[in-house]
């Protein structure tokens, strides 16, 4: 059975998301997530802001606080000569999964099933419209491994 390799876009993704995830830049961080997530965060965030607690909060504050801050934590452990494992690994929704590993100093070549603490990141290819009716793409991180907005395909009635 052929193994497919990871782009270079996608090892270019997944080092730069760990940089925003662990930089203060909301922005930066923001700029490497998919749109569907992107929509998924907003619609959450205007819910919170109409609750009388939380009127007025800033979104860019919204996102570091409860999600770059998570990310974080999850990516807290990939510090020492992070590696990514050059295997594309699909999920059940075509998404694409990488493995990030931590303290690789030297390319490592695993042939056998082995217990390793991965940092998976679930990355999928973003299309937009640009221009003169070009249709162009990017791969964006997946914030949630589900596909709950394919959920209304399936409402009889809304």
Known sequence: MSQELILEEHVDLA????????GNNVN???SFISKVDKARVFGM????????????????KYIKEYFMRE???KYNGLDNAPGISTTKRY???????????N??????????????NVFPITVTYDC??????????????RMY??????????????
């Open 15 to 22: 080092y730069g998301f760990i940089r925003a995830v662990k």
């Open 91 to 101: 999920t059940d929704l075509g998404d694409v999964k990488l493995y990030l590993l």
């Open 128 to 141: 937009y419209l640009k221009g003169n009716n070009e249709i162009k793409g990017e791969w964006k991180v």
């Open 71 to 73: 990310h974080a934590k």
């Open 145 to 158: 491994e589900d596909d709950l907005y394919n959920d209304l395909d399936q409402t009889e009635s809304l």
């Open 28 to 30: 930066l961080y923001w």
């Open 103 to 116: 303290n690789v100093e030297e390319p490592m070549i695993i042939d056998s099933p082995t217990e390793m």
């Open 45 to 60: 965030y205007r819910s919170f802001v109409q609750s009388e607690h939380f009127k007025g909060e800033d979104f860019r």
